[in-house]
């Protein structure tokens, strides 16, 4: 089992950039594939970006690719999300999700929130004009 906490949101400008962390407890976080959801008001939880466990690829929507970067370090036990280029559209509740099973290849089943098992509390970032 994994525990997650998210930080590093805030209110920024658009074109401003944010780097978001996850802080994982326990032993195995290098097992687990790690991805980052958002959720706007009145919005569905989206998947962002994911990253394999030990970091060698990297999957994005759309949306963010060039501006987005997810990364981790598994010696602490922390995976990032360094977000530039801020859009006002941006703005949400991040989420930092786990998952420790197989979960094939980069596809639709990585961008479903249903096949993560562990979820952080998420952390808002707002971006202003």
């Known amino acids: 089992q994994v525990q997650l906490v998210e930080s590093g949101g805030g209110l920024v400008q658009a074109g401003d950039s944010l780097r978001l962390s996850c802080a994982a407890s326990?032993?195995?976080?290098?097992?687990?594939?790690m991805a980052w959801f958002r959720q706007g008001p009145g919005s569905e939880r989206e998947f962002v970006a994911a990253?394999?466990?030990?970091?060698?690829?990297?999957y994005y929507a759309d949306f963010v690719k060039g501006r987005f970067t997810i990364s981790r370090d598994n010696a602490k036990n922390t995976v990032y999300l360094q977000m530039n280029s801020l859009k006002p559209e941006d703005a949400a509740v991040y989420y930092c999700?786990?998952?420790?099973?197989?979960?094939?290849?980069?596809?639709?089943?990585?961008?479903?929130?249903?096949?993560?098992?562990?979820w952080g509390q998420g952390t808002q970032v707002t971006v202003s004009l």
């Open positions: 999700a786990a998952r420790g099973r197989y979960l094939g290849p980069f596809g639709s089943s990585w961008r479903r929130w249903g096949e993560y098992d562990y």
């Open positions: 326990g032993r195995s976080f290098s097992t687990y594939k």
């Open positions: 990253i394999t466990s030990g970091g060698s690829s990297t």
